[in-house]
């Protein structure tokens, strides 16, 4: 099973937060994320919560050749 430190990734008001709590936050809740930053994310991509983000095709489509990458 495969875990996460939230501190590490989460800001403080939404570290002691469930899952689906977090998965429906705005993105903000990321650490360093502004509150502009998630505005900019949602202009541009539709991006209106962390789940949204894990959702986006283009990070699947980067995380995917940035594998490829570290195969050859």
């Not at 705005?26 to 994310?41: C, F, H, I, T, Y």
């Not at 699947?60 to 990458?69: E, F, P, R």
């Amino acid at each position: 099973m495969a875990s996460i430190d939230l501190d590490k990734v989460l800001d403080k008001a939404w570290a002691d937060k469930s899952l689906p709590e977090v998965l429906a936050a705005p993105v903000s809740a990321l650490k360093g994320v502004s509150d502009r930053q998630g505005e900019l994310l949602k202009e541009a991509f539709g991006v209106k919560t962390v789940a949204d983000l894990a959702e986006l095709k283009y990070v699947g489509w980067a995380k995917a050749l940035a594998a490829l990458d570290a195969a050859k």
